[in-house]
């Protein structure tokens, strides 16, 4: 099974800080995604990956960035962390040209910014 | 602007009765229409997707139904049990173009024992 791995299941932070989430999928997928999910927003795409160092704003960048050096870690980079981006993270792969053969979504991670 | 559009938001369905969930789109070059169920603390997991060339699509107790020329696409889940209250998203995405899924804001079904 493919197999995509937040690193965090809950984080706290404070206003301010840098915040790094991690992923990392092991079926050599070529797509990454982050996403936010927010009660009755449902799932918003912050950005989105197709290949190492290749990086394209999704529909609500603005606070966030990303990094992927390698093709298994896709990372999102909060710079200066707000209230506002308390929500939950999820992370997911796909295989290039093979979104219908579906997503495969990690199990989230939770952050909440005081 | 959402190019999916979802409903209900929630739903609450007795335990052996048919849960229904609607969605429409807007873009007529989409032609790959997924759902995804996504159960508390998890990641969404796909379901069941469809093609547009087929109008109807069955996995147990899972059904989409399709309709072309409505722009509209429903999950049916037959026989509803407590273990399918989760969380069901709809999605679409055009074949050959952006890699990106368009998502449904999501219905959060209930089904009571």
């Known amino acids: 099974d493919v197999k995509v791995t937040q690193s965090s299941r809950y984080l706290v932070k404070r206003t301010g800080e840098k915040v790094f989430l991690e992923c990392v999928q092991d079926m050599d997928h070529e797509n990454m995604f982050w996403y936010r999910q927010d009660p009755g927003l449902g799932l918003r795409l912050i950005y989105f990956s197709y290949d190492v160092k290749m990086k394209e704003k999704g529909d609500i960048p603005e606070g966030y960035s990303v990094s992927r050096e390698k093709k298994e870690r896709f990372s999102l980079i909060l710079e200066s962390a707000s209230t506002n981006q308390t929500s939950m993270y999820l992370c997911?792969?796909?295989?290039?040209?093979?979104?219908?053969?579906?997503?495969?979504f990690g199990s989230g991670t939770r952050l909440t910014v005081v | 602007q959402q190019q999916v559009k979802q409903s209900p938001q929630s739903l609450i369905v007795q335990k052996g009765g048919i849960s229904i969930i609607n969605c429409a789109y807007e873009n007529t070059a989409f032609d790959y229409f997924p759902w995804y169920q996504q159960f508390p603390g998890k990641g969404p997991a796909l379901l069941i997707a469809i093609r547009p060339d087929v109008s109807e699509k069955k996995e147990g107790r899972f059904t989409i139904s399709f309709n072309k020329s409505a722009k509209q696409f429903s999950l049916h889940i037959m026989d509803s049990q407590p273990g399918d209250s989760a969380t069901y998203f709809c999605?679409?995405?055009?074949?050959?173009?952006?890699?990106?899924?368009?998502f449904g804001k999501g219905t959060k079904l209930t089904v009571n024992p």
């Open positions: 997911a792969s796909s295989l290039w040209g093979g979104t219908n053969y579906g997503y495969t």
């Open positions: 999605a679409a995405n055009t074949q050959g173009g952006s890699e990106k899924l368009v």
